[in-house]
T-cell receptor, first 112, second 110 residues
Framework: DQQVKQNSPSLSVQEGRISILNCDYT??????FLWYKKYPAEGPTFLIS?????DKNEDGRFTVFLNKSAKHLSLHIVPSQPGDSAVYFC???????????FGTGTRLLVSP | EAQVTQNPRYLITVTGKKLTVTCSQN?????MSWYRQDPGLGLRQIYY???????DKGDVPEGYKVSRKEKRNFPLILESPSPNQTSLYFC?????????FGPGTRLTVL
């Protein structure tokens, strides 16, 4: 039973445009929502997170939105750059527990 | 440099031949874990360890063993590998705020 779903396995965007990656979750008990980025032949690296008491968190070109009523999380990248091409995983975490539950991943391709 | 290292990075083996994938971190973290990544399934936790000599099962522990005799090391052991354990494996080391992942070990079991 997949608690965290990323329904789009892949996304293609042109350089300079907005990339929107989506994530849905089923369990309302989680407190933190994170995005990880993964390049080929490397481990995932932390990108941005948001706590359940917020609905938006921004860090440079990256913004994460949380809609708790819809149990939906999204990552916006503006403007997208070719270096952003990677697999993006959303993940959820409970306070006091360091276990992450990951989504299935979305492969983003940003073309020049 | 803060890092998580894994060895080997690539391994091809045969069914039933015991193997160990090592993991080491230099950040003095108490929490370490192992994940496997499979297409369409994302990363799933295999085992985790809250501290030395404290380990517990994650979501997909069958066929795997771990040990935590030292804080910095958390090896993953496959006593009798099977083809369904062909996967990409990641070790992670965690502070309260962030998880750091190793570069991954691609395992193929024939």
């Amino acid at each position: 039973d997949q608690q965290v779903k990323q329904n789009s396995p892949s996304l293609s965007v042109q350089e300079g445009r907005i990339s929107i990656l989506n994530c849905d979750y089923t369990n309302s008990m989680f407190d933190y929502f994170l995005w990880y980025k993964k390049y080929p032949a490397e481990g995932p690296t932390f990108l941005i997170s948001i706590s359940s008491i917020k609905d938006k968190n921004e860090d440079g070109r990256f913004t994460v939105f949380l809609n708790k009523s819809a149990k939906h999380l999204s990552l916006h990248i503006v403007p997208s750059q070719p270096g952003d091409s990677a697999v993006y995983f959303c993940a959820i975490q409970s306070t006091g527990f360091q276990k992450l539950v990951f989504g299935t991943g979305t492969r983003l391709l940003v073309s020049p | 440099e803060a890092q998580v290292t894994q060895n080997p990075r690539y391994l091809i083996t045969v069914t039933g031949k015991k193997l160990t994938v090592t993991c080491s971190q230099n950040m003095n973290h108490e929490y370490m874990s192992w994940y496997r990544q499979d297409p369409g399934l994302g990363l799933r936790q295999i085992y985790y360890s809250m501290n030395v000599e404290v380990t517990d099962k994650g979501d997909v522990p069958e066929g795997y063993k771990v040990s935590r005799k030292e804080k910095r090391n958390f090896p993953l052991i496959l006593e009798s590998p099977s083809p369904n354990q062909t996967s990409l494996y990641f070790c992670a080391s965690s502070s309260v705020n962030e998880q750091f992942f190793g570069p991954g070990t691609r395992l193929t079991v024939l």
